[in-house]
């Protein structure tokens, strides 16, 4: 029976593959890939030779069909996306709902995600919270900050470091300045960074010291006093 596997890949430090990955990896007929040169990185290192396809934003909508049939002749297909959980603000769930419809077996394993990390470690409320991912850069956004200014729960965003004062200034003028927020950059890695505080001391922090790499915001939900 034909299965696709979900792979989840470090965020950062290689150390964070599991070993049921690397197993999962190696025992695969092919591998579908955000980048394939990325993921051909990692297969190197962890010395796996296998053959890889791109699977990613740009091509997921057109290639499903191509791919389901390779997935139907194959035994085991793995998808892995740059870093972290396919599927996660990554391609995958698409095919994903593609294999189901052709009672293709699907399994995800546990493993890298930013924003799980991100969450705990931020010191907000993490028993009940939202992930929202990327906002929408135009059409919609205004709307969204609206309703989640009014959310109570601990909010999860992910946003690119280009942006990163763009969404704290929006943060600050949608959800107040007092807001508090934790902004993480570069989880698992050598500059590793938790920056926390209310929204304009962060904000400014960021307009002094130029943010780069991948970045985590998580934002305190709204008092309800």
Excluded: W
């Amino acid at each position: 029976m034909s299965k696709l596997c979900l792979v989840p890949t470090p965020i950062g430090n290689l150390e964070d593959i599991t070993l049921r990955s690397i197993r999962i990896l190696n025992e695969a007929d092919f591998i579908l890939a955000e980048d394939t040169r990325v993921t051909k990185k990692l297969l190197a290192h962890l010395e796996i030779s296998k053959q890889v396809y791109p699977f990613h934003a740009h091509n997921e909508h057109n290639a499903l069909n191509n791919v389901i049939q390779k997935i139907t002749s194959s035994a085991l297909v793995v998808l892995v996306s740059d870093a972290g959980t396919p599927g996660i603000s990554d391609p995958g769930f698409l095919l994903v709902r593609e294999c189901i419809k052709n009672n293709i077996s699907v399994e995800c394993l546990p493993g890298a995600t930013a924003f799980v990390p991100a969450l705990v470690a931020s010191g907000f409320p993490c028993d009940k919270f939202v992930f929202e991912g990327f906002l929408p850069h135009k059409k919609g956004r205004q709307t969204r900050l609206q309703l989640l200014a009014e959310e109570p729960r601990t909010i999860v965003l992910y946003e690119s470091p280009h942006r990163l004062i763009k969404l704290l200034g929006q943060i600050e003028e949608f959800f107040g300045k007092d807001r508090n927020v934790c902004v993480v950059r570069e989880l698992t890695k050598i500059y590793e960074e938790f920056k926390r505080g209310v929204v304009t001391e962060v904000k400014q922090h960021y307009e002094n010291h130029e943010p780069k790499g991948e970045i985590v915001v998580i934002v305190e939900g709204k008092s309800k006093e």
